[in-house]
């Protein structure tokens, strides 16, 4: 008796890796034009996109300034972090899973 041979069919599922968004949050303490050019140096953002974000941290507390896989935002808090305790300000950034 010849078997009729079978077909396996596999499905492989793509899953992208989880993205964050990097926010900046307000305080009291850190002069804007610092912000500014962090947000430039950090963030790769022109000077317009960095002032917009700057005033929305400074008016609603707290503003997005990136987008990315967990590893490369874990380095920009750090970035925000180092730059901010080197020239003595408090200026904090958390990421929060989208």
């Known amino acids: 008796m010849a078997r009729a041979k079978s077909k396996t069919i ?4 793509l899953k992208y890796p ?7 949050l307000n ?3 850190t002069p804007m034009d610092f912000v500014i050019k962090l947000i430039i140096e950090v963030f790769n953002k022109n ?5 917009d974000l700057t005033v929305k941290v400074h008016k609603d507390g707290k503003a997005i ?3 990315y896989n ?9 970035e925000v972090t180092l730059l ?3 020239h003595g300000h408090p200026l904090k950034s958390i990421m929060e899973k989208i």
């Open 10 to 13: 596999q499905r492989v599922e």
């Open 18 to 24: 989880d993205r964050f968004n990097v926010i900046i």
């Open 27 to 29: 305080d009291d303490f």
């Open 47 to 51: 000077i317009e996109q960095a002032k």
């Open 65 to 67: 300034v990136g987008t």
């Open 70 to 78: 967990q590893e490369i935002g874990e380095q920009k808090v750090n």
């Open 84 to 86: 901010s305790r080197h």
